[in-house]
């Protein structure tokens, strides 16, 4: 049996909520080039309804992997949401708007040929705000992304180095956690 999770109906409902149903699509969440900072002298957006659209934009993200680091980098500015702000979070319904019909595939595979694999990164002082990186990690299970992470580092790292050890470390926990789950449903 072969199982996939969409949000598809959802992501449609959060495109017209918003007036965007027939917005133009977009091939990517977020602009490479464009770096958000809490304080960036534009005017103010509306935080409620801000508020509401990257709380949206968060519930996708329980079966789109692929927008999780976007929507982690917009929801920084919940507190006093500028018109950039509001701006990228729109880029990224507007990703979705053309991406609504992705989701999660889990394969039927057989206990025997689980194979658990994971990936880390960081970045260093990516934020502008206060020179922190942000980890993160995503683990699969056969071909099936089952958990996964974005987070801000909570130490300022000196160096590159110093960066990119942070992101094993948050996922060692996790790596241990799903090591556990399997062994307790006897998967190798």
């Not at 194979?115 to 990516?126: E, P, Q, R, V």
């Not at 992304?145 to 060692?172: C, F, H, M, N």
Request: net charge positive; hydrophobic share 35%.
């Amino acid at each position: 049996m072969v199982f996939f999770s969409s949000q598809e109906n959802y992501a449609r409902d959060l495109l017209k909520k918003f007036n965007m149903s027939n917005c133009k699509i977009t091939t990517t969440p977020t602009n490479r080039n464009e770096k958000l900072q809490r304080e960036d002298g534009t005017e103010h957006a509306d935080g409620i309804m801000y508020r509401s659209l990257v709380g949206g934009l968060n519930y996708l993200t329980h079966t789109r992997p692929n927008i999780a680091f976007s929507v982690s980098v917009v929801s920084t500015c919940m507190d006093n949401p500028t018109k950039l702000h509001l701006g990228a979070a729109k880029r990224i319904l507007r990703y979705v708007a053309g991406t609504s019909n992705f989701g999660i595939w889990f394969n039927n595979v057989s206990y025997s040929t689980f194979k658990l694999i994971g990936f880390t990164d960081s970045d260093w002082a990516g934020c502008f705000d206060d020179r922190k990186g942000t980890s993160g990690h995503i683990f699969s299970l056969g071909s099936s992304v089952v958990t996964w992470s974005s987070k801000k580092q909570e130490t300022i790292a000196l160096s590159s180095s110093e960066a990119e050890y942070a992101a094993p470390r948050s996922a060692d926990r996790q790596a241990l956690w799903l090591m556990k789950i399997l062994a307790d449903f006897h998967v190798q």
